[in-house]
């Protein structure tokens, strides 16, 4: 069964912990990236990655770290240098081939900071 | 910096009345523009692409160049319309895509 996995559903962070989200893929897809979702605002790029052992900063990378060392994983660290982490993350992943543009999602993970 | 803009939140429309969803971007080239559509309890999907000029669960969006704009529409709504929609733009194949805030849809019975 094809897919993007993200894990965990739900994170319960407290403040000045770091927290790493996980995204895998077995869809033999290039490109990764990691999206913020909060109510009004859409989707904001954290993070993508074209290919492995290399990744680009989004719109607001700021207190985020991923790292690219597998074509099927991408995970995610919420660093606590991330002023206001909670809210609902969306791992997705795309061919990366040109002519192939089609973001494929994973459930989401929803982080809370207490 | 290329930017996506929906300037309704909410749009709420009657059960088989028109429906138009509104998506304007900023960028001077070409770009490939998308709709991804968010139901209730599921994952963020694509809805259709500009280059594939289809129907997709009766709707259609036009790309219009002139007036850098991307609209949704449907001509006649259905309660299972009801959801999230996401315009996205990507300039070229290899660059990231990026979305709009998102309009949710409303089909009031």
């Known amino acids: 069964d094809g897919g993007i996995t993200q894990s965990p559903k739900y994170l319960f962070r407290k403040e000045g912990q770091n927290v790493t989200l996980s995204c895998e893929q077995n869809l033999n897809h290039d490109a990764m990236y990691w999206y913020r979702q909060d109510p009004g605002q859409g989707l904001r790029l954290i993070y993508y990655s074209q290919i492995v052992n290399d990744f680009q900063k989004g719109d607001i990378a700021e207190g985020y770290s991923v790292s690219r060392e597998k074509k099927e994983s991408f995970p995610l660290t919420v660093t606590s240098a991330q002023k206001n982490p909670t809210a609902f993350y969306l791992c997705?992943?795309?061919?990366?081939?040109?002519?192939?543009?089609?973001?494929?999602f994973g459930a989401g993970s929803r982080l809370t900071v207490l | 910096a290329q930017r996506v803009t929906q300037p309704e939140k909410l749009l709420s429309v009657f059960k088989g009345a028109p429906v138009e969803l509104k998506c304007n971007y900023s960028y001077s080239g070409s770009p490939e523009l998308f709709w991804y559509v968010q139901y209730s309890r599921q994952r963020l999907q694509l809805l259709l692409r500009h280059i594939s000029r289809e129907s997709i669960k009766g709707f259609t969006a036009d790309l219009n160049k002139g007036e850098t704009s991307f609209h949704l529409k449907k001509p006649f709504a259905q309660e299972e319309d009801s959801a999230m929609y996401y315009c996205a733009l990507k300039r070229t194949s290899y660059d990231k895509v990026i979305f709009g805030p998102g309009t949710s849809l409303s089909v009031i019975p």
């Open positions: 997705a992943s795309s061919t990366g081939s040109a002519g192939a543009n089609v973001l494929t």
